[in-house]
């Protein structure tokens, strides 16, 4: 799928490539519609390119399309938010040096995805790339804050490069990086939380 340009489009809305449940009966308080949708999935796209002008990709918005193998990010999205690719099982690639912020579980269970070498975010939620179990390089270059278990079980990872900037590494951060050897930490000030490494 070709999203076609020169559409004024700003963002990929929540749940947009997946289909989902509404649930009228769904005990919230929040008057927010998203609360009520439950994700279930997209079995048939294969690739996405998204067109230059989309800044953030919303939450769910490619939840669980198990198909999906390919995706082209413009220059201009620098926000993909929480779940957006949950366990898109079968998704090997996507450009990711323009994001900024990746929110928790963005990538989760993404577990062929290979293309992940250099990821210009400076903050990385929790669980974000955890079980990625093909990626074997991450250059964290503008790297702040890597949430808890951000690559956790990412057990073909064996290089890691931080630059100056990081500041706290979350408890398993890189847990289970069996593959990990070496890795050098900018400075001493780094915050390693528990069973970081």
Do not use: W
Not at 19 to 36: A, F, G, M, P, W
Not at 61 to 69: E, P
């Amino acid at each position: 799928m070709v999203i076609p340009e020169d559409e004024g489009i700003l963002y990929i809305e929540s749940f947009a490539f997946s289909h989902y449940i509404l649930e009228n009966d769904k005990d919230t308080d929040s008057d927010d519609l998203d609360d009520k949708k439950t994700p279930i999935g997209n079995h048939t796209i294969t690739s996405v390119v998204i067109p230059e002008g989309v800044e953030e990709i919303r939450k769910y918005a490619f939840y669980n399309c198990t198909a999906l193998r390919k995706v082209t990010l413009p220059s201009s999205t620098t926000k993909i938010m929480e779940y957006a690719f949950y366990t898109n099982k079968s998704l090997e690639e996507i450009n990711l040096e323009d994001v900024v912020v990746i929110g928790a579980k963005a990538f989760y269970d993404c577990e062929r995805l290979l293309e992940a070498n250099t990821l210009n975010a400076n903050t990385i939620g929790e669980y974000a790339f955890t079980n990625c179990k093909y990626i074997q390089s991450v250059d964290l270059r503008e790297l702040k804050r890597a949430g808890e278990s951000a690559f956790a079980n990412c057990t073909a990872l064996s290089n890691v490069s931080f630059e100056k900037g990081v500041e706290l590494i979350a408890p398993r951060a890189f847990y289970n990086c069996s593959a990990l050897k070496n890795f050098t930490l900018p400075s001493s000030d780094v915050e390693l939380d528990d069973f970081a490494f």
